[in-house]
Each structure stands twice: as C-alpha cells, then as structure tokens.
C-alpha cells in the first residue's frame, strides 16, 4: 500500500474506533482552550472552604450523586422549571449542599472563557479541590464531560444507595455503574468527612425488640450519645446533623475505617461494610495502611468520575450550571413567570 492510503485507512481506522468507544476525557484538556479554569474553580472553592468547612463534603457528595444518576453530566446541578421536577427534589437529596460555589466558579470561569467549561468538569474540579483541602489528598481529573439536558427526580432513588442497604446490595448498586466491592469500600470512606441527618440513621436506635431497642451492631455508648441528639419522635426534616465520622470528622483520612471496627459506623450501610468477611477484610486494610486508602481514594473517585460521561459533540456546554440552555429559566427568575403581567396593569 502507498504511504499516502496506508496513513488515510490508518485514520479512518483510528475516527472508527474512536466512535466505538466514544472519546475518552483527558488530564490537562482545557489547557489549550482555557488555561486558567482548574486554578480559577481551584480558588472559588478554597475560598468557600476557609469560610465554612462543610462545603468540602458537600460537593464530594455532590459529585457522588450527579455521577450515578445518568453519569456525571451535571443533571444534580439543574433547577426544576415548570414541567420537570429535578435531581434536587428527590428525598436522597436532602442536604446536598454547595451549589452557590459551583455557580460562583462557573461564572468566574465563563467570565474567563465562555461557553468553553462545562459545568459537569468544574463539579469534578471542585470534589477534587475538596479532597485535596478537606484531605491533603491530590489527584488530576480527566476532563471533557459535557453537560446534561435531562433531570429526573424518580430517577434518583432507583440509583442513588438508600443507607438502609445491606452489603451485598450495596456491592450491587456500585456494580450497577461497573465499580467494583473495592471501589465501593474505597468511596464509602468519603464517610470521613461531613455529616448525617438524624433521619438517615433512626432506624437503628428505637427499633430492635432484643437488644434495649438498639441495632446490636452498634456500640452502646455510641448509640446512648446518638439517642440524645435524636430522641425517637425526631421529624424527617429536623435539622439536627451528626459526624459521620465520630474519630476525625473535619478530615478525609482513614479514620472512618477504623470507626466501624469500633462499630461506630452511623449509617446502616457503613456498618454493613463488616458483615461480610470480603469487604471486613479491606476495611482493615484500610484502617491500617492510611496513604494507602488516599491513593486508592483519588483513583476511585476518578473512576467514579468518569461514569456514563458525555463527551465529543453529545450534550452542551451549559451557559448557566441550574438551567440547560436555552431552557425554561422562569423559577429562577419569577418575574417572568408571567410575562405579560404588563398588560393587565
Ligand atoms: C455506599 C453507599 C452510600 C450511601 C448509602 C450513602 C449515604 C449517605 C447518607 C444517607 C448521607 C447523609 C445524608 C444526610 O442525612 O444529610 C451521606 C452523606 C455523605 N456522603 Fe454518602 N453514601 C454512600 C456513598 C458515598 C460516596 C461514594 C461518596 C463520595 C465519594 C459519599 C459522600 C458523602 C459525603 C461527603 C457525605 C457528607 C455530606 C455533608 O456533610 O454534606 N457517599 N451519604
Ligand atoms: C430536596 O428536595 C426537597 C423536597 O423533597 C426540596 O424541598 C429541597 O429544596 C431539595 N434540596 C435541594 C438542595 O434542592
Ligand atoms: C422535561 O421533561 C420533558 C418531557 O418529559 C423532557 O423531554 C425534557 O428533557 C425534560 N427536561 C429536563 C431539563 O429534564
Ligand atoms: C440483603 O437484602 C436482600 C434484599 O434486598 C436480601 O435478599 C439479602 O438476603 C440481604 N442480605 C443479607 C446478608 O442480609
Ligand atoms: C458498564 O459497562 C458496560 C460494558 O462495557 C456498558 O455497556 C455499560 O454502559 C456500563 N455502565 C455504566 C453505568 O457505565
Ligand atoms: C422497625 O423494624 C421493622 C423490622 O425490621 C420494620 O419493618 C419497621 O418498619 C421498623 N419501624 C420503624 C418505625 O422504623
Ligand atoms: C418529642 O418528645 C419530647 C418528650 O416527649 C417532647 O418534649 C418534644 O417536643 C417532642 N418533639 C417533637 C418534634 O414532637
């Protein structure tokens, strides 16, 4: 074959395969288009952490939840407009929290390079810089996501893990986004950081005739100090938070893992992570080897990351991180709910 053929088929080839397994998101992919974007979220969200320290496990969680519903899109950041209830009024929702940072990045970046950043990217940018702040655990994030058109509140419960799971279920629903029982070992120690509403962990305090009531996996002392703060006629949305982890609650580290050995785990799903011997034996680890745990940490959290993402051309580069472009913006702004409303006067 001619050189000349011989370099088109190799391309062709090479555009084939690429459509075969869709494009792959890249370290360093705004470098060229928009030098200044990772330093810029990098900034907004240190900023925000020095003010108030809940803003680093907000938007890990964050990136959880907008990863395993419909990928990691950015749907979990889009408002309800009038026809469509979103991502963010599901029950599993409560409490996320941190929006406005993302918003105060996404503008300083649009500011910087218009429609060039989705707003899919600078949510994993900013779990990574939370990490990083919250852990002093460092890792670059592939990036190129493009951003979402579509947000559903049913679709949130079916992919989100209810912390009511037992182990194998929780193996499940990891599985259901091809991570593995490591990975989800592995992120579940994003636990270490940030709290938990009384409602997500009640039914394991009032509720086990044999044992005075208490779930028996469950250190009694621990339970004794829980049941003070959530006494059994707590409402569901009653504001009162607790660590989830009680050894080291303001920082992402290893300690998580050696709170469930002392069965202080606080949500059904943290304790079950001991019931069976596969995942006890990578929670000791975990406990034990802590550098370990981190840098299994940031290559699951880039795993998660890149769940179901949208790439090349599919999606949009959101101008406005709570609505899709060119999309119905009136919640937002409700002075155009009714747009004639100048006439009537
Ligand atoms: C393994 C299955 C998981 C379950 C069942 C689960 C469930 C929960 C629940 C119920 C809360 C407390 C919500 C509240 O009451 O306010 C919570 C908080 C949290 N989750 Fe998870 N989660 C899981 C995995 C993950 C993963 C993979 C991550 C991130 C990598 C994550 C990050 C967080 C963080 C950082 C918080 C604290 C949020 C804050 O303080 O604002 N979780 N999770
Ligand atoms: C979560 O959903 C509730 C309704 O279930 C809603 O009132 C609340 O505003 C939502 N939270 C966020 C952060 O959107
Ligand atoms: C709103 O709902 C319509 C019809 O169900 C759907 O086509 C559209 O994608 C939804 N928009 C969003 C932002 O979810
Ligand atoms: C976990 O829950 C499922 C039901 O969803 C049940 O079939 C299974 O037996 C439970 N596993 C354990 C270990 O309790
Ligand atoms: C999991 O992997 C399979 C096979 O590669 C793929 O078809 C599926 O879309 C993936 N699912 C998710 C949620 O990434
Ligand atoms: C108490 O536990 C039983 C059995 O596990 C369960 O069916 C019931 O819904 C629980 N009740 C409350 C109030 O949590
Ligand atoms: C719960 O019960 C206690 C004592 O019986 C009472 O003082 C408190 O007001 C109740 N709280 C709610 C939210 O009903």
Not at 14 to 33: C, P
Not at 167 to 186: I, P, R
Not at 227 to 241: A, E, I, L, M
Request: a negative charge; charged letters at 20%.
């Amino acid at each position: 074959m001619p050189n000349g053929v011989k370099a088109v088929v190799m391309y062709l080839v090479a555009i084939l395969l690429q459509m075969a397994h869709g494009v792959d998101l890249e370290i360093g992919f705004y470098d060229k288009s928009c030098p200044s974007a990772e330093e810029t979220v990098r900034q907004v969200v240190a900023g925000a952490y020095a003010n108030n320290r809940r803003i680093a496990p907000g938007l890990i969680r964050m990136h959880f939840h907008d990863c395993f519903v419909r990928g990691c899109d950015g749907s979990v950041l889009l408002d309800s407009t009038l026809g469509n209830s979103s991502e963010k009024e599901a029950e599993p929702n409560r409490s996320l929290h941190g929006f406005q940072v993302i918003d105060d990045a996404k503008a300083m970046v649009e500011a910087q390079c218009p429609g060039v950043v989705s707003c899919a990217d600078i949510l994993a940018f900013a779990a990574r810089d939370s990490a990083s702040l919250a852990g002093k655990i460092h890792y670059r994030v592939p990036a190129g996501r493009r951003d979402g058109l579509v947000s559903i509140e049913s679709e949130v419960i079916t992919n989100i893990p209810s912390p009511l799971l037992n182990a194998t279920e929780l193996v499940g629903s990891f599985a259901a986004k091809n991570l593995t029982t490591a990975d989800m070992v592995t992120l579940s120690g994003a636990h270490s950081v940030g709290v938990a509403h009384c409602s997500s962990f009640i039914n394991r305090l009032y509720n086990f005739s044999d044992t005075d009531d208490i779930d028996p996996t469950l250190d009694p002392i621990y339970a004794s100090i829980l049941r003070s703060k959530c006494p059994s006629n707590v409402t569901s949305t009653d504001p009162t938070v607790v660590s989830l982890d009680s050894l080291t609650p303001a920082v992402l580290d290893n300690m998580y893992y050696v709170g469930l050995q002392l069965n202080r785990g606080l949500l059904t799903s943290d304790q079950a992570l001991l019931t069976e011997t596969s995942l006890k034996d990578l929670v000791d680890l975990n406990a034990y080897y802590g550098k370990v745990w981190d840098w299994k940490f940031a290559k699951a959290m880039v795993k998660m990351g890149g769940i179901e993402v949208l790439t090349g051309s599919d999606g949009e580069i959101r101008k406005n991180c709570r609505v899709v472009n060119g999309g119905d913006d009136s919640e937002l702004f409700p002075d155009k709910l009714f747009p004639d409303s100048a006439c009537l006067s």
